[in-house]
């Protein structure tokens, strides 16, 4: 009776301490940006093709989803609102070496019924300010970005995440970020720089993937990565490195370049 006992309680113990498992401290949103230098650089360094691989059970992003806006009939009207903005051009060079590292304070928190591994498009992606700055140079474009908050989780258990940017004038990067924790954080990226070839890809374009549905459960999905496309990828980011949260950090490549940051979670 008394073995019955203990297995009960035991079992209530693990039951309860799995509902709070996911410590507040451990909860982080990961903010990225991908750009390519302009113009194409040349360089005397030679790059043999990477061989193309990728982790298994990779993780999807997906958009939070939002209620379909129903436009009242006073929108329907043409009204001439343009005429209410004003288009104002900036020129300015940006030293991506000045944002490296650089330090700032802000509320970092989840939308109401937000996922982890979803995008909240409807919030400021938190490096807006960067991407305008990018935009304004002459020498980058910003090809990709995304943001998303998940469980930073030891190396063995922390999951890699998808990566794809949309083509932007022949170029497309794809590959998998991955944080997890040891003593301090660590991100390691294997990121791919492709630029459009009458070439064939010798690559697989069917790829499984994850996503976490509505119920918090992970489900399977497949992409068809290179439906309709004429890709060569020559170039690649395979890097691993320490990194303190509330800082942002650059990787970079005679090609193309990240900039990236992780920031703790301060209010549910």
């Known amino acids: 009776m008394n073995r019955i006992i203990l297995k009960i309680f035991f079992a209530l113990c693990y039951l309860i301490y799995s509902s709070f498992s996911i410590s507040k401290e451990n909860i982080y949103r990961i903010d990225y940006i991908i750009f390519k230098y302009l113009p194409d650089i040349t360089s005397s360094e030679k790059f043999v093709a990477p061989e193309i ?15 379909e806006f129903k436009k009242p009939d006073s929108l329907v009207n043409n009204f001439p609102y343009q005429e209410l903005f004003q288009d104002i051009s900036v020129s300015r060079i940006v030293d991506i070496s000045n944002v490296e590292n650089e330090s700032k304070e802000e509320e970092v928190m989840m939308s109401k019924n937000q996922l982890f591994f979803q995008n909240d498009s409807g919030v400021d992606f938190s490096m807006e300010e960067i991407i305008q700055k990018l935009k304004r140079s002459r020498d980058y474009r910003v090809i990709g970005k995304n943001s998303w908050f998940q469980e930073v989780k030891n190396e063995v258990l922390a999951p890699s995440v998808f990566v794809q940017t949309k083509i932007d004038n022949g170029n497309m990067v794809f590959g998998e970020i991955k944080v997890y924790k040891k003593r301090f954080l660590h991100v390691d990226l294997n990121l791919y720089f492709g630029e459009e070839s009458s070439d064939s890809v010798n690559f697989e374009k069917e790829i499984e993937l994850k996503e976490l549905g509505k119920n918090g459960e992970f489900k399977p999905t497949k992409l068809n990565l290179f439906e309709n496309l004429n890709l060569n990828f020559l170039y690649q980011i395979n890097h691993s490195r320490k990194v303190r949260s509330r800082e942002i950090h650059y990787v970079d490549h005679p090609k193309f370049g990240v900039l990236f940051e992780i920031n703790p979670i301060t209010s549910n």
């Not at 691989?53 to 209620?67: C, K, R, V």
């Open 53 to 67: 691989t990728l982790s298994e059970e990779l993780i999807n992003i997906t958009d939070l989803q939002y209620p």
